[in-house]
């Protein structure tokens, strides 16, 4: 398994341009095709008024707007891939709400790279939950990079010590999965098992050793660490010297709100480096 196609998000925020440099980082060591995918934030269902129209009816009304704004983001994409020396990318414009829009390439794609909201923000806010929407409704991992501002510039060098939190359940498992290629290259990985904590399931409490013979078999280098969980996470990659961490996401719908385990809020709102996440 490597990762052939990435997929990121490109918004023409101000916290893009680090997120397409980590994304074109990580296509250039794995060998991959990157898209940088732009929306124009109008959902393909929906007229102004609320109503929902078949898939393909055109929309009444002026887009320019909004089409101008995602070419921008578009072409500052383009820029960077070029000026990184990618040799294989594309800028794709798409008709769609944020959310829906990754969603629904999400199959096409080994890996999404996708930024953190802004943990000062309103949570409700559709940019604010973006990375959980479609964490749990895309077909692929997340590889999530940090909001705040006094972190721009800090991940040039993402993937050479990379910090596995595992718990033995299904979304870690499938999180651990989806890491493969990185762990593979990277210089140094550290194991940090727990029980869990964050709605396991079955498979919660698979010994650390195993683990860490698993991943030999793939011919990944791997540090047994220390048992700590949720916002510890974050302080063991601080101590430990990691550049990324890896992690199953735990949730469920409820209400009309997604419902975030404990480990998997305090990551996702206090992240200091990287995270690739799945659910």
Same mark, same amino acid.
């Given at each position: 398994?490597?990762?052939?196609?990435?997929?990121?998000?490109?918004?023409?925020?101000?916290?893009?341009?680090?997120?397409?440099?980590?994304?074109?980082?990580?296509?250039?060591?794995?060998?991959?095709?990157?898209?940088?995918?732009?929306?124009?934030?109008?959902?393909?269902?929906?007229?102004?008024? %609320?109503?929902? /129209?078949?898939? =393909?009816?055109?929309?009444?009304?002026?887009?320019? +707007?909004?089409? *101008?704004? @995602?070419?921008? &983001?578009?072409?500052?994409?383009?820029?960077?891939?070029?000026?990184?020396?990618?040799?294989?990318?594309?800028?794709?414009?798409?008709?769609?709400?944020?959310?829906?829009?990754?969603?629904?390439?999400?199959?096409?794609?080994?890996?999404?790279?996708?930024?953190?909201?802004?943990?000062?923000?309103?949570?409700?806010?559709?940019?604010?939950?973006?990375?959980?929407?479609?964490?749990?409704?895309?077909?692929?991992?997340?590889?999530?990079?940090?909001?705040?501002?006094?972190?721009?510039?800090?991940?040039?060098?993402? %993937?050479?010590? /990379?910090?596995? =939190?595992?718990?033995?359940?299904?979304?870690?498992? +499938?999180?651990? *999965?989806? @890491?493969?290629? &990185?762990?593979?290259?990277?210089?140094?990985?550290?194991?940090?098992?727990?029980?869990?904590?964050?709605?396991?399931?079955?498979?919660?409490?698979?010994?650390?050793?195993?683990?860490?013979?698993?991943?030999?078999?793939?011919?990944?280098?791997?540090?047994?660490?220390?048992?700590?969980?949720?916002?510890?996470?974050?302080?063991?990659?601080?101590?430990?010297?990691?550049?990324?961490?890896?992690?199953?996401?735990?949730?469920?719908?409820?209400?009309?709100?997604?419902?975030?385990?404990?480990?998997?809020?305090?990551?996702?709102?206090?992240?200091?480096?990287?995270?690739?996440?799945?659910?």
């Amino acid at each position: 398994m490597s990762y052939k196609t990435i997929l990121v998000h490109a918004d023409g925020s101000p916290q893009a341009a680090q997120r397409i440099r980590l994304a074109a980082q990580f296509a250039l060591a794995h060998g991959a095709h990157l898209i940088g995918a732009a929306m124009t934030g109008l959902s393909r269902h929906a007229l102004p008024d %609320g109503s929902i /129209v078949p898939i =393909g009816t055109p929309f009444p009304f002026d887009q320019r +707007r909004l089409r *101008t704004r @995602a070419d921008t &983001a578009l072409t500052h994409f383009a820029d960077c891939a070029s000026h990184m020396g990618l040799p294989s990318f594309e800028a794709r414009l798409v008709d769609d709400a944020v959310d829906d829009g990754l969603i629904l390439q999400s199959p096409y794609a080994d890996l999404l790279v996708l930024g953190q909201g802004d943990p000062e923000g309103q949570p409700d806010e559709l940019l604010n939950r973006l990375p959980q929407d479609v964490m749990f409704q895309s077909a692929r991992a997340l590889l999530i990079v940090p909001y705040q501002e006094q972190f721009n510039g800090q991940f040039d060098q993402v %993937g050479q010590h /990379v910090l596995v =939190g595992w718990d033995g359940s299904v979304s870690a498992i +499938r999180a651990l *999965t989806a @890491a493969l290629p &990185a762990l593979r290259l990277a210089a140094r990985v550290t194991l940090v098992a727990s029980p869990s904590s964050d709605g396991g399931g079955r498979q919660a409490g698979l010994p650390g050793a195993e683990l860490a013979r698993y991943l030999a078999r793939h011919d990944v280098n791997e540090l047994a660490g220390a048992r700590k969980a949720g916002a510890a996470l974050m302080e063991m990659a601080s101590e430990v010297g990691a550049d990324m961490l890896v992690m199953g996401g735990y949730g469920h719908w409820r209400l009309r709100e997604w419902m975030l385990g404990g480990a998997t809020r305090s990551v996702l709102r206090g992240m200091t480096l990287p995270v690739l996440m799945a659910h």
